[in-house]
């Protein structure tokens, strides 16, 4: 039995249903095949609605009711904090949460595993690359007023402390400000070099485009929150120049490629749910095929402790969308070993760097 909690009717519904979806492919996936070791997948979601309370009571449910193996791809940074002594003292480990916080797998324990480098180093990584580039001193961040945004913002402190930049604006903001003309005075004004931000999706468009209208055009930089198509195709052009740090990659299937895995992929997705993917579809796929891939090699005595250390053991793992290669070990909980660069070119992403160190 698998288990998650994530957003299907909140203010983060974008990423939670289209994150399930692609879960659930992998999975029907496996038991069109037969299941693994003769054992099917029993994939129970709970919509948390993307609310703290409502995520504990989920995970009470898929604990005592369900009786779930593994907690997979749950969405949300103090959710899963708020439900981590829960599942680990069920013996129920906390696989690839959706939330790129360090502490889904800091301080290291046997049960913590993380797809995502974490919010802070994605900081650390585009900021340094950008400095180092452009020989940035003056810098500035525009945050969500979070617990993510308090990780973004920690990530941005060090990147400024180790390159000995200074720090001309600092800008916090709520889940549901919207008017961000003033915001984009006060950076106008501070004499920035460039912009890192911390944000969700719509504030994202609505700091860009406050700022581009008040004619500031210096670089702004994102975390991988707003890595998506959708992102790109906003309206005409209006993110274009826009650049993100993010430890995965999203495929273009409108690409012309006709006879590759992704396209027939891209095909299998549309035929099941009526649309297509979502950035967050092929995370929730992947994240899905290292747990099948653990479980299989775990052999058929499953125990929790068999499937961690065969995940422990995965090296080199190939994202079969093209993604950066995945590895894990005793020591290593994290699956990323290094970011890629993007900006929006012509209502699109182009990748601008690869390997990227942080």
Not at 338 to 355: A, C, G, R
Request: glycine share 8%.
């Amino acid at each position: 039995m698998v288990g998650t909690h994530t957003d299907l009717s909140g203010p983060l519904a974008i990423w939670g249903v289209p994150h399930v979806n692609g879960m659930r492919m992998r999975f029907d996936e496996v038991e069109a095949a037969g299941g693994i070791h003769g054992r099917s997948i029993d994939f129970v979601v709970e919509d948390s609605q993307y609310q703290v309370p409502v995520a504990v009571k989920a995970v009470n449910k898929l604990l005592n009711v369900d009786d779930i193996f593994v907690m997979l791809g749950a969405m949300g940074t103090p959710h899963n904090q708020a439900t981590f002594n829960r599942l680990f003292d069920a013996n129920v480990p906390s696989l690839f949460p959706l939330t790129a916080a360090r502490t889904m797998y800091e301080p290291h324990h046997p049960m913590k595993f993380s797809y995502f480098v974490s919010y802070q180093n994605q900081a650390r990584g585009g900021i340094r690359y950008m400095v180092e580039q452009h020989g940035y001193k003056r810098v500035c961040l525009q945050a969500m007023a979070s617990d993510y945004g308090a990780e973004v913002l920690e990530g941005y402190e060090s990147a400024v402390e180790e390159l000995g930049l200074e720090s001309v604006y600092v800008g916090r903001h709520k889940v549901s400000e919207t008017d961000f003309v003033g915001t984009a005075t006060s950076i106008k004004n501070s004499n920035c070099e460039m912009l890192f931000l911390g944000p969700f999706i719509k504030d994202t468009i609505l700091i860009y485009t406050a700022l581009r209208d008040a004619g500031w055009d210096n670089d702004i930089v994102a975390n991988m929150v707003p890595y998506l198509p959708e992102i790109a195709a906003t309206g005409n052009g209006d993110l274009n120049g826009l650049y993100v740090v993010a430890p995965v990659y999203i495929p273009d299937f409108d690409d012309g490629d006709t006879t590759s895995w992704a396209e027939q992929w891209h095909k299998s997705y549309v035929g099941t749910f009526g649309e297509g993917p979502a950035a967050q579809s092929v995370m929730g796929y992947v994240i899905a095929d290292l747990l099948v891939k653990s479980l299989d090699a775990a052999g058929p005595d499953l125990t929790v402790e068999k499937m961690l250390a065969a995940l422990e053991g995965i090296e080199n793992y190939e994202d079969p969308f093209g993604g950066p290669l995945l590895s894990f070990s005793a020591k290593k909980h994290v699956a990323g070993n290094y970011l890629n660069l993007y900006q929006v070119v012509d209502q699109k992403w182009v990748t601008i760097v690869e390997s990227l160190e942080y």
